[in-house]
């Protein structure tokens, strides 16, 4: 298989199905920044200190594929088959973040991001998820998606800023408050 095709050279892409659409089509900026997720969730994986959590963030980057096939798929179409998300998937998450949640101290406030270069980057890979969300949920105004999805996305921004809180105290990172100018 070539990687290139040259049938996006006009600025078009199929989505699953054969329906072309134009590169800059909402679902097609949802999947991508799936896509660019999952790649956040991989340099996450490779930090030192996410070694003993390579399975769980394994299976959330397999999720996230799962998530662009779900989206790469045009509206209506049955025929296509991709895998599934579950509720289990997301029961997944919220038992992580249940862990992670008995072993920290109490939130007082706000926290800055940063601390330690592992903390700065699970913060990163954060904020890329809730814009993938931002993005699923204005692709659901337009055109109704899988309700799971945006579940899995908002439950996975918990699960990575719990994660982050997490790092910063494997790392003996400082949790930085954030302290309102008033």
Known sequence: MKIYTKTGDTGSTSLFGGKR?????LRIEAYGTIDELNAHVGLLRDQDVNEKR???L???????F?????LAVEPGNTKVKVPALLVDDISVLEKEIDAMDAQLPPMRSFVLPGGHPSVSICHITRTVCRRAERLVIALDTVEKTDALVIQYLNRLSDFLFMLSRKIAQETGATETPWTARM
């Not at 659409?21 to 089509?25: E, G, I, L, P, R």
């Not at 799962?66 to 779900?70: C, D, P, R, V």
């Open 54 to 56: 390579e399975k769980i």
């Open 21 to 25: 659409v134009s590169k800059a089509d």
């Open 66 to 70: 799962t998530i662009g096939s779900i």
């Open 58 to 64: 394994v299976e959330i980057q397999d999720r996230l």
